[in-house]
């Protein structure tokens, strides 16, 4: 009995790392022919910033089709965020406070978009705009609508599992000690609610910035086409190792965003004298961004 368990033990390491490397391999390959040489995306010619600069026509840095798919995302993702996260923090905080009947409504809506299928999102949303709200343009008012509404939600959840862990205690406290309402959640509990609220940033920024099917349904053409928009109206065409460079950059910026808010949340662990550095960091962000 004790070698059957041990065996599955050492099965489990093995079983991971599998699954992480079956991951990943896709990714580094297409992160490797970014840089080759030639044209083909499956075979390597030799290692050279072609694709990304040096083609004055193809590569991405001047393509003026994949350069504006990237001002696109950028904005798309980061608007959608600096609106969601302090919508989503407002709507946390007050249905937190609810009591009875009202407030498991409330929760359960808030929660509904996390549970329904993203193309019935974004299918409802294009009816919506296209024949309730036909004053809302598609292209970007629409697709920046449409993300807010896909993405608030998990800032609800996010900022609503913080201020279960918190409590009550601090904001009553503060009250005894004479503070008014608005104090004791300026002072009291927004600074508790930090680590919820860098990770509602990186969460709505990183599932704006790669989503495709809201931001597909709600696109007016090329003006207002993504960088998941161009990789996907590309990659079965006569596609370069252009594309590859500019899922990369896709991939690089995610990355990006996540190193800032883990080190952002890292800096203010230190600040309020909590162990732990980068990594305890890291799995608080991974934690609440679940």
Known sequence: MTSVSTRRVKALPILIWGYITWSLVPVIIAVIYSFND?????????FSFRWWFGDKYASVFHD?????????????????????TPLGLALAIGSHRLKGKSATAVQGMTSVPLITPEIVVGAALLLTF???????PLGFPAQLLGNVTFSVSAVVVIVRARLVSIGSSFEEAARDLGATRFQALRYALMPLLWPSIVASFV???????????I??????????ETVPLRIYSSVKGGATPALNALATLLVATTFTALTIGVFGLSFWRKRHGEQGGF???????TRMGE
Do not use: H, Y
């Open 64 to 84: 003026d089709s994949m350069r504006q798919a990237i001002v696109n995302s950028l904005v798309l993702a980061t608007t959608t965020m600096l609106i969601v």
């Open 203 to 213: 969460v709505v920024f990183a599932t704006v910035i790669d989503d495709f099917v």
């Open 130 to 136: 296209t024949r309730l709200f036909s004053g809302i």
């Open 279 to 285: 990594k305890s960091a890291l799995s608080d962000l």
């Open 215 to 224: 931001t597909s349904f709600l696109s007016a053409g090329v003006e207002s």
């Open 38 to 46: 030639g044209r083909s995306r499956t075979v390597w010619k030799g």
